[in-house]
């Protein structure tokens, strides 16, 4: 699986997008081949962007999420 790639390579954070579910899924504090932590965020909700350790802006989950995905969770 490609997160446990990301882990071992160090990156820093991992993004799932699951329109299923209509959330995206945040990883973070990647150690020993594994993240330490993961979030979920729902439409309404916005997500942090850090770069080097600086919050540089954040990102809209409704942004992320498609039409068709926002539509299907209010059903």
Same mark, same amino acid.
């Given at each position: 699986?490609?997160?446990?790639?990301?882990?071992?390579?160090?990156?820093?954070?991992?993004?799932?997008?699951?329109?299923?579910?209509?959330?995206?899924?945040?990883? $973070?504090?990647?150690?020993?081949?594994?993240? *330490?932590?993961?979030?979920?965020? *729902? $439409?309404?909700? $916005?997500? $942090? @962007?850090?770069?080097?350790? @600086?919050?540089?802006?954040? @990102?809209?989950?409704?942004?992320?999420?498609?039409?068709?995905?926002?539509?299907?969770?209010? *059903?």
């Amino acid at each position: 699986m490609k997160k446990r790639v990301y882990a071992h390579a160090g990156i820093r954070e991992y993004w799932v997008v699951d329109l299923g579910a209509c959330v995206v899924e945040v990883y $973070s504090e990647p150690r020993d081949g594994t993240y *330490r932590a993961m979030w979920e965020f *729902r $439409s309404g909700e $916005s997500i $942090s @962007v850090t770069l080097d350790g @600086v919050t540089v802006g954040a @990102v809209a989950v409704a942004a992320i999420l498609t039409p068709a995905a926002l539509v299907q969770s209010t *059903r």
